[in-house]
Nanobody, 125 residues
Framework: EVHVVESGGGLVQAGESLRLSCAAS????????IGWLRQAPGQEREGVSCIRSSDGSVTYADSVKGRFTISIDNAKNTVFLQMNGLKPGDTAVYYC??????????????????WGQGSQVTVSS
């Protein structure tokens, strides 16, 4: 049975940091492109970052480049998103997702098969 479980969201002030975790079971992360998408109220879901360990590819949305870092621990089958210099515009529900293709140039996995439940990130000014 497949599970994708996120953790690490919360409420912070602008300029602070958070780290999101995405723990997978029932499938092996290094066989997939895995990443994060986010959705703010009234907005469409957008890519944030993606990593594919089989070929070392990593992509980021332009809005988070230089502030967010994605990483993967294959031994723990877990992906992390380190978010530094958070801004109120980063406020959204963040979803972990695994796709069985590649990482798009816009920071999301293509052909998503599995989704996490979502984790709220709120950044106050």
């Amino acid at each position: 049975e497949v599970h994708v479980v996120e953790s690490g969201g919360g409420l912070v002030q602008a300029g602070e940091s958070l780290r999101l975790s995405c723990a997978a079971s029932g499938f092996t992360l290094d066989d997939y492109a895995i990443g994060w998408l986010r959705q703010a109220p009234g907005q469409e879901r957008e890519g944030v970052s993606c990593i594919r360990s089989s070929d070392g590819s990593v992509t980021y949305a332009d809005s988070v480049k230089g502030r967010f870092t994605i990483s993967i621990d294959n031994a723990k089958n877990t992906v992390f998103l380190q978010m530094n210099g958070l801004k109120p515009g980063d406020t959204a529900v963040y979803y972990c997702a695994a796709g069985d293709s590649y990482c798009s140039n816009y920071g999301f996995p293509v052909s998503i098969r599995y989704w996490g439940q979502g984790s709220q990130v709120t950044v106050s000014s």
